[in-house]
Nanobody
Framework: VRVVQSGGGFVQPGGPLRLSCAAS????????IQWYQQRPGKERELVGT???????RILDAFTGRFTISADDARRTSYLHIDNLRPEDTATYLC??????????????WGQGTQVTVSS
């Protein structure tokens, strides 16, 4: 099982951004995908969680401009950020709790993607 992130880079303030987190391999079921934000010099913070068959939850600190969606058939989750601000500059990581066909569900981390918001 692999989890690969895409999207990000240098973006201008005010715009939208979509980051992707795609799982591949011998997957039986994706239980959850979580998105984290790690700003320079700060602790990694949980942005929110997509749970298969349940509501997506965004933590209070990120409510409003951050949303999470997922396409279970494509085994991909998306982090959407609206009205980008310079303080959104961070590395964004995703983590899947995934059951492979030959093992119980365990954590798989994406490689992280850097987002730099600057004019």
């Amino acid at each position: 099982v692999r989890v690969v992130q895409s999207g990000g880079g240098f973006v201008q303030p005010g715009g939208p951004l979509r980051l992707s987190c795609a799982a591949s391999g011998s997957i039986l079921r994706i239980a959850t995908i979580q998105w984290y934000q790690q700003r320079p010099g700060k602790e990694r913070e949980l942005v929110g969680t997509w749970t298969n068959g349940a509501m997506t939850r965004i933590l209070d600190a990120f409510t409003g401009r951050f949303t999470i969606s997922a396409d279970d058939a494509r085994r991909t989750s998306y982090l959407h950020i609206d009205n980008l601000r310079p303080e959104d500059t961070a590395t964004y990581l995703c983590k899947g709790i995934i059951a492979a066909t030959d093992s119980e569900a365990i954590e798989y981390w994406g490689q992280g993607t850097q987002v730099t918001v600057s004019s």
